[in-house]
Nanobody, 116 residues
Framework: QVHLVESGGGLVQAGGSLRLSCAAS????????MAWYRQAPGKQRDLVAW???????NYADSVKGRFIISRDVAKNTLYLQMNSLKTEDTAVYYC??????????WGQGTQVTVSS
């Protein structure tokens, strides 16, 4: 059974940093390319970054050069290091497999709020 638990969000000033974590069930983490998504109020859920089983990474243009996605296979944990945060990064952040649809299971997410 899939289980995803995001954590690490909070309130931070613009220019600051946060590190998000996502604990995933072992088989789900092992057999999927993993990704971070975010959803701002009134907007759709967008793909932010993803990492393949071979540790290839890619990023949305809006976060490229500021965010870093990584994973710890032994801990079944996905990370997102967010630097130089901007107010427009404010959103609820979720992890899931790359390509997950809204009809699939999602965790509760973690709120990131960036103040000016």
């Amino acid at each position: 059974q899939v289980h995803l638990v995001e954590s690490g969000g909070g309130l931070v000033q613009a220019g600051g940093s946060l590190r998000l974590s996502c604990a995933a069930s072992r088989n789900f983490f092992r057999f999927n390319n993993m990704a971070w998504y975010r959803q701002a109020p009134g907007k759709q859920r967008d793909l932010v970054a993803w990492i393949t089983s071979g540790d290839m990474t890619n990023y949305a243009d809006s976060v490229k050069g500021r965010f870093i996605i990584s994973r710890d296979v032994a801990k079944n944990t996905l990370y997102l290091q967010m630097n130089s945060l901007k107010t427009e990064d404010t959103a609820v952040y979720y992890c899931n497999r790359l390509g997950a649809t809204m009809k699939e299971y999602w965790g509760q997410g973690t709120q990131v709020t960036v103040s000016s």
